[in-house]
């Protein structure tokens, strides 16, 4: 099974803070992460990690940490990923910038584009693949980028009838609640909270 989840900021206090996560310390937060992911990662799932993981300087408690998480890990790095440590680079089965990864469910076949940035512009948005990305939390740049593809649907002719669909997985988003997500979670869950998928 594939799952996806992004900017968990491990060891960044601030991050309680900036998100308003329902947390009172960034421990609570920690031990809340560890038993929900695994107790539903295998170590036979894959789990995309769209960047963030930690702050960079972060090194001994964040590879202790990380360790303990079940599953393949496969991290898309973003702008506080600090891949510098062989030992914390021997946690994660890739570590890369950018992915392309198929999904399924429900006997229907997804294609999907990663990173931890969103992307205005991605391969094939007009043929029905999903950008799954990061960075951009619960700020007013998200909303923006939200609008502008809003704004693109309605005026590019290229999509050919297709509604590009772009979903940020930030932990702290309401479709994701902290835990990697399925993508069939995540596309429902976004459609039941803001009604349509974005």
């Keep these: 099974m594939k799952y996806y989840i992004s ?21 609570t937060m920690h031990e809340y992460i560890h038993t929900n992911w695994n107790n539903r990662i295998t170590n036979g799932d894959t789990v995309y990690i769209l960047g963030d993981v930690s702050l960079r300087g972060q090194k001994d408690n964040l590879i202790a940490y990380v360790s303990t998480l079940k599953g393949q890990k496969v991290l898309v790095k973003g702008n506080h990923d600090d891949v510098s440590d062989y030992r914390y680079q021997q946690l994660f089965s890739e570590i890369c910038d950018y992915k392309e990864v198929h999904d399924s469910f429900d006997g229907k076949n997804y294609d999907l584009v990663l990173s931890h940035y969103p992307i205005y512009s991605w391969k094939n948005m007009g043929r029905g693949w999903i950008h799954l990305y990061g960075h951009t939390h619960n700020s007013i740049e998200d909303d923006m980028y939200l609008k502008a593809l809003s704004d693109m649907k309605i005026n590019c002719g290229h999509l050919h ?22 993508l069939r979670e995540i596309l429902e869950g976004i459609k039941k909270i803001c009604g349509q998928l974005q």
Excluded: Q
């Design 161 to 182: 009838d297709n509604n590009p669909v772009a979903v940020n997985v930030g932990c702290m988003k309401p479709w994701m609640g902290y835990e990697p997500r399925t």
């Design 7 to 27: 900017d968990l900021h491990l060891f960044h206090n601030a991050a309680i803070r900036f998100d308003n996560r329902p947390f009172d310390n960034i421990s």
